[in-house]
């Protein structure tokens, strides 16, 4: 079966450090792979998706930016947190594009103080 | 364009059914159904493909209007456990087939 990590699970750092947040999944093969981020009682906001190694969409400009150095991993990261970036990031793969159900990881909560 | 949800927030007693509906100003050629608990990631629930067919959760229906570019999730019979916030995440044509766009969301609350 397949199953996704996301870590850490929570993480408080403050304005103006960087950021790495790791994404992987197990148990399937080629994945697309999504990170969203979701503000304090708000929807969901995709941020970057992937349908292969090496290959991003960016769907929001910003101070992020996503990697796929691997098939099954998906990195998010910021070079300078801003207070803006405070969310609960999501990754989630789905087995194809959007006729395909999406299965997300349990999240990392980002505080940025 | 993202989709508008409606309600925003429903409160039904067990037992009690509930409509939830999801519209698009966009052309669509899938609708999801998620439900997250709070403090939770999304859970799928369903997914309506243009042409009629459906994957998903046996105790939960929905409709898809592909003319009117809205679909609607039917909540029979509530539980405690269908508890949560409703997102909708619809597929579009055009050179944007491998995304969802996802909905502002409805809060479902069921009491005993």
């Known amino acids: 079966s397949q199953t996704i990590h996301q870590w850490p699970a929570t993480l408080v750092q403050p304005v103006g450090s960087p950021l790495s947040l790791e994404c992987t999944v197990e148990?399937?093969?080629?994945?697309?792979l999504y990170w969203y981020r979701q503000a304090a009682g708000r929807g969901l906001q995709l941020l970057f998706y992937?349908?292969?190694?090496?290959?991003i969409s960016s769907e929001v400009p910003q101070n992020l930016s996503a990697s796929r150095p691997q098939d099954r991993q998906f990195i998010l990261s910021s070079k300078k947190l801003l207070l803006s970036d405070s969310g609960f990031y999501l990754c989630a793969w789905s087995v194809g594009g959007a006729t395909y159900e999406q299965y997300f990881g349990p999240g990392t909560r980002l505080t940025v103080t | 364009q993202q989709p508008v949800q409606s309600p925003q927030a429903v409160i039904l007693r067990e037992g009690e059914d509930a409509v939830i509906n999801c519209s698009s100003s966009?052309?669509?050629?899938?609708v999801h159904w998620y439900r997250q608990k709070h403090g939770e990631a999304p859970v799928f629930l369903m997914i309506?493909?243009?042409?009629?067919e459906q994957k998903g959760h046996e105790k939960i229906s929905a409709s898809f209007n592909e003319k009117k570019q809205q679909s609607s999730l039917y909540l029979t019979a509530s539980q405690l456990s269908y508890s949560g916030t409703y997102f909708c995440?619809?597929?579009?044509?055009?050179?944007?087939?491998?995304?969802?766009?996802f909905g502002t969301g409805t809060l479902l609350a069921v009491q005993p």
């Open positions: 995440g619809t597929g579009h044509y055009g050179g944007a087939t491998n995304k969802l766009i």
């Open positions: 148990g399937t093969s080629n994945p697309n």
């Open positions: 309506l493909l243009k042409g009629g």
């Open positions: 992937s349908v292969g190694i090496g290959q």
């Open positions: 966009k052309a669509l050629y899938s």
